[in-house]
């Protein structure tokens, strides 16, 4: 059984920063496609950052290019999401999301994802 525990969220003033975690257990980290997503109040799921189970290639979406920077450390079994230039629009509960490894895989896509996170919240005050 996969967990996955995200940390680092909390309350920021516009402009700031935080970064956030994702540990794993249970699974074979190392073979993961790993992706974040976020979900306002009243709003859809929607995809943050991807990034492929070597960490050699990430994805974003293009609200946070630029100012979102995806990692993975597989010695530690934990993925990173660096945030930045943090906007009132970015408050959200953010989650963390595993997937086996699969040709084609669409990080965008949210059934795509075969395990999830409890999420944890990231507030930008104005």
């Known amino acids: 059984q996969v967990q996955l525990v995200e940390s680092g969220g909390g309350l920021v003033q516009e402009g700031g920063s935080l970064r956030l975690s994702c540990a794993a257990s249970?699974?074979?980290?190392?073979?993961?496609?790993m992706g974040w997503f976020r979900q306002a109040p009243g709003n859809e799921r929607e995809f943050v950052a991807g990034?492929?189970?070597?960490?050699?290639?990430?994805y974003y979406a293009d609200s946070v290019k630029g100012r979102f920077t995806f990692s993975r450390d597989n010695a530690k079994n934990t993925v990173y999401l660096q945030m930045n230039a943090l906007k009132p629009g970015d408050t959200a509960i953010y989650y963390c999301?595993?997937?086996?490894?699969?040709?084609?895989?669409?990080?965008?896509?949210?059934?795509?994802?075969?395990?999830w996170g409890q999420g944890t919240q990231v507030t930008v005050s104005s």
């Open positions: 999301a595993a997937a086996d490894f699969r040709w084609g895989f669409r990080f965008f896509v949210r059934s795509e994802y075969d395990h």
């Open positions: 249970g699974g074979t980290f190392r073979n993961y496609n």
């Open positions: 990034i492929d189970w070597t960490g050699g290639h990430t």
